[in-house]
């Protein structure tokens, strides 16, 4: 496993000791009042509870996110995408589709920064519980639309409805092409870049008039299709980071951040 699965794994090490600690929330109950956990196995059977196992704060929002058990937490994949989110003008009023939300984070800035609304996804249901527990907390569920992905079904945009577009389109996916074993690695391998190939190929049509996306990779082998895939698509991609791709190793963080958008009919 590589530099982002080290990551997971560590954290996986860290999370094990927490287990005594750890918290549950049962889905529907109260985000301000979980009920503390005094089991102390690493799992948590009772169907539509979920274990915090962190609580984790970034500068960008006013409070700390829980992070739930096998939910994605590596805020160095998103440190420039969520800088962008805080400083643009394209954020405010919009509306915003977040694929693969994992602990709400990104979505959860993109309402800091005045978003209208996000629609936001994710294949793990923990992820899409967890997001909406801590949209719930911040008081923000009503704007925070989370849609859950079957695996039977990955594709980017298989929860929207037909015709639904955006102004933009965030994600941080899975960057690796590899198959995952379990909820907690969908977070890190897209097998054959499946899902990074439906994005880009209905990109155009799920964009309204002037909008864009931007993607947070940390593997090369993913940028350089995102390049690729972009000219069979009309895409134009700008790169909003100074580390020349060369220099970098198949996988590295901090993520790169991508601006992605349709190119003018004249230009195609
Ligand atoms: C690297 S994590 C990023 C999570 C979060 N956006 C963040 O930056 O912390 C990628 C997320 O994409 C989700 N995911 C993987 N495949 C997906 C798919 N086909 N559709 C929607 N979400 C997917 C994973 O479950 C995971 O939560």
């Not at 590589?2 to 918290?23: F, N, P």
């Not at 394209?90 to 979505?107: C, D, F, M, N, W």
């Not at 379990?182 to 990074?196: H, M």
């Amino acid at each position: 496993m590589q530099l982002r699965g080290d990551v997971a794994t560590i954290l996986g090490s860290a999370l094990v000791l927490l287990a005594v600690g750890a918290v549950t929330v049962a889905l529907g109950a109260r985000p301000i009042a979980p009920r503390l956990n005094h089991g102390r196995g690493a799992h948590y059977a009772h169907s539509g509870s979920y274990r915090i196992v962190a609580w984790k704060r970034v500068d960008e929002l006013p409070q700390p996110l829980a992070v739930f058990e096998s939910v994605f937490w590596e805020p160095a994949d998103t440190d420039s995408l969520r800088r962008l989110i805080a400083a643009s003008k394209q954020v405010r009023e919009k509306h915003v589709l977040e694929i693969g939300t994992g602990s709400g984070l990104v979505s959860l800035c993109c309402l800091q920064a005045g978003a209208a609304r996000v629609v936001a996804t994710d294949i793990n249901s923990a992820a899409v519980a967890n997001a909406a527990y801590n949209a719930r907390r911040f008081g923000w569920a009503q704007r925070l639309e989370l849609r859950t992905v079957s695996p039977e079904r990955p594709a980017a945009y298989s929860v929207l409805r037909e015709g639904e577009q955006f102004d933009l389109i965030v994600s941080n996916p899975p960057w690796e092409d590899a198959v995952p074993r379990s909820n907690a690695e969908y977070a890190l391998y897209d097998p054959g870049f499946e899902l990074l190939r439906s994005m880009l190929a209905e990109l155009r049509t799920r964009l309204r008039p002037g909008g864009r996306a931007w993607l947070a990779y940390g593997c090369r082998s993913a940028i350089v299709m995102i390049h690729q895939l972009a000219d069979e698509h009309g895409l134009h991609v700008t790169t909003l980071d100074s580390r020349p791709l060369s220099d970098l190793p198949e996988v590295f963080l901090p993520g790169m951040l991508l601006e992605v958008e349709p190119k003018p009919a004249w230009n195609r």
